[in-house]
């Protein structure tokens, strides 16, 4: 589909994404099974194919606000050079952490947001139930379970005409009840395959667009996990993340010729999600260590909180839904409302102070942005290095 002009810009979806919906396992909360008897109906759940037409969409980008301009503008009436509004790219914020950044970023006036979303609708109804003003944002279709759908978003952020100054890697599925793998149009797990996999086709393609970027500090951030730190208690929660030696990435995770799993052991949804996000982590890593010096773009992992509220925990069952918040509020005191969740997000796009490379940002309790550890796996550089040349296999780049 040919693009209009930029105040009526379509974006719409390559590919065929076929997404398995919720098959209910033996349901678990926190960690403990409950019996046969409390199992979730699950007969109206199935596998399902969604076909997403590209002529029965119409689509509607909201108006760039500003378009290129040099870094530093020196109009203003005190004749100090002010910064040019920056350019953040954030993938899934048509909910939770995502959301929320975007929110806080065009709220302060010095930032665009171009909104990653696989559901435009929803991405639209979102930005303006959060009161983000018109102008301030530009969505842009994007399906993360499909190597042609980021392709075609990167063409899509390029044809805006906007510098990209901040790429955000946010989006995320978490699908703890899944009895069996579900998998991407290019036929990977899904977990791994739209947490890992598609945002490392993305931040690759982008990263030559963050290179030329003249905003003065220039960063990709990749949103990491607790749960994916086994150097933590919530990390030590079965299933735990273990990459092992690799053979389930390096055979595909197509979960045919081999295991859908990285480590090629049995599908569990939980420990998929939590192996994505050491993959995320270790992703950041490598990018620090490869691109780091020759670019100067800053690479940052983070941790913002256990935000039990969002729309992560969807897929799971009913009774872990309600109770997870109180249990994050009272019990682990980890609880951050959506809101604090952004503003930290938006602290690692923008804060002068965060322009440390390498780092995996976490808070404490009293909000405090501190350079947290990794788990040894989680800042391994050998399996990152792994991790790395495998994932630009499947991803067609090598
Ligand atoms: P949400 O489910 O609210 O947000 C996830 C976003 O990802 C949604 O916008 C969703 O889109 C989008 N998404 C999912 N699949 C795709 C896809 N195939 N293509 C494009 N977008 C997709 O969860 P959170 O806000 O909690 O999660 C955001 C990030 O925060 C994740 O990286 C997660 O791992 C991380 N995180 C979350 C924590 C928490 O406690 N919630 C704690 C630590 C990290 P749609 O709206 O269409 O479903
Ligand atoms: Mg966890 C300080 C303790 C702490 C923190 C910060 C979290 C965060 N969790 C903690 C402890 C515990 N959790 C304990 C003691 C248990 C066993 C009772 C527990 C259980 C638990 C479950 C079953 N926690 C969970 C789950 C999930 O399904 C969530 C998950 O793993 O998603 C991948 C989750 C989480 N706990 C967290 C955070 C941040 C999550 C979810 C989000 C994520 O990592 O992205």
């Not at 050079?81 to 952490?97: D, E, P």
């Not at 970027?213 to 993340?241: F, H, M």
């Not at 010729?257 to 995320?280: H, L, P, Q, R, T």
């Not at 620090?288 to 010096?293: A, F, I």
Request: charged share 20%; proline share 4%; hydrophobic share 40%.
């Amino acid at each position: 589909m040919a693009l209009q002009a930029a105040t009526t810009t379509s974006f719409l979806p390559s590919a065929l994404s076929a997404r398995k919906e919720g098959a209910v396992k033996d349901s678990a909360f926190l960690g403990v099974r409950l019996g046969d008897g409390l199992k979730l109906e699950t007969s109206a759940l199935g596998l399902r194919t969604k076909r997403v037409s590209t002529s029965s969409v119409a689509i509607r980008a909201q108006a760039p606000a500003a378009v290129s301009s040099p870094t530093a503008t020196p109009a203003s009436p005190s004749g100090k050079q002010t910064l040019r509004k920056g350019t953040a790219v954030i993938t899934g914020a048509s909910s939770g952490l995502g959301l929320a950044t975007a929110k806080a970023l065009a709220e302060t006036g010095r930032w665009h947001v171009v909104m990653g979303c696989r559901d435009f609708l929803k991405a639209s109804r979102a930005a303006k139930a959060a009161g983000m003003e018109k102008g301030s944002y530009t969505i842009v279709h994007l399906d993360l379970a499909s190597l042609d759908s980021v392709r075609q978003f990167v063409g899509n952020v390029r044809r805006l005409g906007m510098p990209v100054d901040v790429v955000v890697c946010n989006a995320a599925v978490y699908q703890p009840t899944a009895k069996q793998p579900s998998f991407t149009a290019d036929g990977f797990e899904m977990s791994v395959g739209v947490n890992h996999l598609g945002h490392f086709l993305l931040a690759r393609e982008l990263l030559a667009d963050l290179t030329s970027s003249d905003y003065p500090s220039k960063r990709l951030i990749i949103v990491g996990s607790i749960t994916g730190n086994t150097n933590t208690l919530a990390g030590n929660v079965p299933p735990k993340a273990n990459l092992g030696d690799l053979r389930g990435l390096a055979s595909g995770l197509d979960g045919v010729s081999s295991s859908a799993m990285i480590d090629g052991g049995e599908f569990d949804g939980a420990k998929a999600y939590k192996d994505s996000k050491v993959c995320n982590m270790l992703t950041m890593q490598e990018f620090h260590r490869r691109y780091h010096g020759e670019t100067g773009v800053t690479f940052a992992s983070l941790y913002p909180g256990c935000i039990a509220t969002t729309g992560l925990f969807r897929e799971h069952v009913p009774l872990f839904r309600l109770l997870f918040p109180p249990f994050q509020k009272y019990i682990t005191k980890g609880y951050v409302s959506e809101e604090e969740a952004g503003k930290r997000l938006a602290q690692v796009v923008s804060d002068p102070s965060l322009t440390k490379s390498g780092v995996y940002w976490s808070w404490n309790n009293n909000s405090a942005s501190f350079e947290n550890q990794l788990s040894e796996e989680a800042s391994d550089p050998e399996k990152a290095k792994k991790v790395w040349e495998l994932s630009e296999k499947l991803v067609g780049l090598a």
